[in-house]
């Protein structure tokens, strides 16, 4: 019955991420023609919670040609949208408004993994107004019950942080025995440094 539920929750995970990222438009299974071809940005709880559910694979089948962590030095792709799926964080709305005054992208998907206060969103729409971005910006709310305490009771508890962490942590356990199959991981940013 446990490991029933635990597919179920984890089926409903994968459905509601490949949503997301099909800029919230239910993925449709070998759709003809090409994906649109796009970036996901995220923060370490959105990477903790794509991670143990989709592989570098299916996120490629899914149109991701780039995967990036919100505050890494990143390059503007102007001729691509992008996909952000993070906490929202004074620090990480601060550089989402920053990519947004940079035009770094063709537009801006925005799921927040956790509710967003107002002024929070009134700084996303400041920094959109003077960016002249207001019609490239799109906000979500992904739906954090399919990712709630019911998805940990299933896994059988944890001792991560919080809900978010116990769930992704729960997720990464049961997926290690699924296969060896690679899954996101940060991509290194590489520095050159001149020798002492």
Known sequence: ?????????????????????????????????????KVLIYDRFGQDIISPLLSVKELRDMGITLHLLLHSDRDPIPDVPAVYFVMPTE??????????????????????????????LEDIANAALAASAVTQVFFFFFDLFVFSRVALVAYGGSQARGPIGAVATGLCQSHSNAGSEPHLQPIPQLRATPDP
């Open 1 to 37: 019955m446990a490991a029933a539920a635990a597919a179920s929750i984890r089926e409903r995970q994968t459905v509601a991420l490949k949503r997301m990222l099909n800029f919230n438009v239910p993925h449709v299974k070998n759709s003809a023609g090409e994906p649109v071809w």
């Open 91 to 120: 620090e990480n709305i601060d550089r989402l408004c920053q990519d947004l005054r940079n035009q770094l992208y063709e537009s801006y998907y925005l799921n927040f993994i956790s509710a967003i206060s107002r002024s929070k």
